[in-house]
């Protein structure tokens, strides 16, 4: 014990003996003790419960690395999502599905008039900024357009190289686009910007830059954690976005397979579903009743099945013709869809996908046989100077070995593959798949010029599982994907090649007025599109396609205008408080 607290107990015995005295001096009755009310309380200092975060928990089909939305690479769902919610478009389809100004970003954009050249002038919001406090500004649209039109493996180029310059004028919030010719399309342009102050300089260079994701944010959301590890993206509402607020405070994206993604929505633990659901998984999803709502949902892109006429093995049209007439169309159809939504869009034509306006079949009747046609592939085969020896078909002592590319990152894309090599071993065409990252086979692998000294890579692959874009200017993807790629008007060297390997110097001409809407699209389109049926160019499959699965706890869901997809209308989803915050 203490001596201070040895004085302080002594001290009681006098103050006894002070108020006895006291008491025994007067008439007055001793002082009553007066207990303390029972309404009195000590302060709380305790402070009071924060809420939940409000969540919406989205399960998708798989979570892929690469996020860059302009790339072959990395089109996927994941990408699309993630851009949606994230990157800055100066048009967005409206509810007819027609594009529409975004006026959360834009105070205009529109042509100039009497411009020496066919100009536009896009004038960006003051407002607008990266969630890192930088302006979204003119050296955003040039970063764009010096990756776009120079790239391999870019979903979508021929717009971007028809601009000759990109001009900053005020702060770099008024940007003039001049381009060489006119482009009627130019809508379609600058969809999905990125933040060139902290990718110009980024050491992994373009191809890799947004494996990770987005270093900053210009949309209602913005990353909070990926781990592809776990399959789990977590976006938190983005504080800096000057636009309307996000409704709800986070979204969670949880990769599960096809059957969790049912019992998920059935126990609550998912607010919405959407993935590419195989037909046992839609019958399950339509067992649950009144407990989702369900739609199909298409995707901007047609998968199909190219064959490179720049490879040594399919160089002869006959030999080309005799690799489709092998092939079970509508086997490989079911191998890639397991029977979901996107069986129901197969593709019957090589520029437009089945859900875009405007598409009409162009197949010619009678082009492909709907089965395997053994004497078709003999027929041709033979024509070509082949032999059908010892269960093989051999030319000049070597036989007929296709290799079949799909990048292995995509689950789908293999499995038609794989589908495609055991159909044309079946009719004596051997075949082997490789699967390279997405990267290596759109970047490099299918890029390359075919007539050049670094030709080697592309001549290793014969065929290639690939997407074929969908939803931009119809003129523009006809020559993304079917032009020859012309010259850097900088360098004077030639441009990547189209996935296909594609260039035709006598339907260049038409390829190109259609451009620049010198010829409508669809005369154009009728004269290129029967010239790549006749050389057997590329097989169109069906267009992707997955279900939205909706369950009663989430508001404000919508399938998205034209291809936006779900994801486009987040800000406007409500969920439920979340059931702990340790993330």
Known sequence: MTQGRRRALGAVPLLVTVVSLVAGCTDAPPPQL??????????????????????VVVGVDELEGGFNPHTLADLSPTSSALAGLMLPSVFRPGQDGALQLDTNLMESAEVVPDAE??????????QASWSDGAPIAAEDFVYLWEQLRSQPGVADPAGYRLIDDVASRQGGKTVDVTFSKPFAGWQTLFNNLLPAHLLRAAPRGWGTVLDDGYPASGGPFAIRQVDLDRGEIILERNDRYWGPPAQSDRIVLRAIDKARQVEALRSGDSHLALFSADAGTVRSLRDLGDQVQMMTVPRPATMEMLLRQDSRALADVKVRRAVLAALDRPALIEAGTGGGPGEQLQAHAQVLAPSEHGYTPTEPAGALPKRPDPAQ????????????????????????????????EHEGYISIAEASAQQLRAQGIQATVVTPTGDQLFGDMLATDPHSAEAGTSGTVDMAVAPR???????????????????DPDSEQPLPYNAAGFCDELLQPTIDAALSGRMSFQQASANVESVLWRDAIALPLYQQAQVLALSNEATGVQAGNGFAGPFSTAAQWLGTPAENDGY
Do not use: H
Not at 34 to 55: D, G, K, L, R, Y
Not at 120 to 126: A, H, T
């Open 117 to 126: 050249k066919f100009t536009v002038r896009y004038r960006i919001k003051r």
């Open 469 to 487: 874009p969908a939803g931009g200017d119809p003129a523009a993807t006809m020559t993304s994907s079917y032009g020859c790629p012309g010259v």
């Open 377 to 408: 592939v003999e027929r041709l085969l033979t024509e070509a100077g082949y032999q059908r020896t010892g269960g093989s078909w051999i030319r000049d002592g070597r036989p007929l070995n296709l290799v079949i590319a799909a990048p292995f």
């Open 34 to 55: 007066v207990e303390p009310s029972p309404t009195t309380s000590e302060p709380s200092t305790s402070t009071p419960a924060q809420p939940m975060p409000i969540e």
